[in-house]
């Protein structure tokens, strides 16, 4: 999504609205495409997690013998996770009230935390790998659905990362205010969504 102002200059950027004379700006359609976005790929996360539990109740027992346990370190991920989501919120409230600085803050710790999901995803999936007692082919789909779920999940965090990276830094560099912070909008919803898939991927993979 780009952070430009929709508007046009003054001679387009409005329309007339009755009699009065008065002149109503052209509707933005980045809210709505950031929400049909959105809308996409829960379809595509919601895909996976049907598939997950069609062969998870096709393959018993499940987790199959030999599967060692999810390591806690998945209980830190989703903190860090949910304390992005957070932090973020923070960022679009200090903005929308002109707090500038505090918004800058918010959206480097947004950052530092997203950094600390990816790391703790990945030494469970370390952790993981070296307590295996089974070649991965004699643990069935097990395996193969635990890493596709959360490394799919993890691509979206670090794509998420790289457009929080460029809005912090045109944050920093003064581009936002109280009237405009589109970049700022963006990354909230897209870091709610994220906060969202993984607690229900935490859920069905974890809890259940």
């Known amino acids: ?9 003054p001679s387009q950027a409005a329309t007339p609205t009755g009699d009065q004379g008065r002149f109503a700006p ?10 049909f976005f959105i809308v996409a790929l829960s379809m ?11 062969i998870r109740s096709t393959h018993q027992p499940w987790p199959p013998p030999g599967f060692p346990a999810l390591p806690r370190s998945l ?7 949910v304390a992005c989501s957070v932090a973020i919120q923070r960022a679009l409230r200090a903005v929308r009230s002109g ?30 790998a070296e307590q ?6 004699a643990m069935g789909p097990y395996v193969k659905l635990f890493y596709f779920l959360t490394g799919l999940h993890a691509v979206h965090v670090l794509g998420g ?3 929080l990276l460029v809005v912090t830094r045109r944050a920093i ?12 909008r963006y990354s909230a919803i897209y870091w709610h969504f994220l906060d969202a898939v993984w607690c229900v991927m935490f859920t069905v993979l974890y809890l259940i």
């Open 44 to 54: 595509f996360f919601a895909g996976g997690m049907v598939g997950y539990l069609v």
């Open 75 to 81: 209980w830190l991920s989703t903190m860090a996770i």
């Open 99 to 128: 707090d500038l600085p505090r918004m800058q803050y918010n959206l480097i710790v947004t950052l530092v935390l997203g950094v600390v999901f990816l790391a703790l995803q990945i030494f469970a999936w370390l952790r993981i």
């Open 132 to 137: 295996l007692t089974l070649p991965s082919e």
């Open 173 to 184: 560099a003064g581009r936002y205010n109280a009237q405009f912070h589109p970049g700022v």
């Open 1 to 9: 999504m780009s952070d430009q102002p929709s508007e046009r200059g």
């Open 161 to 163: 990362l790289g457009t």
């Open 26 to 35: 052209p509707p933005d359609a980045g809210p709505m495409g950031m929400y």
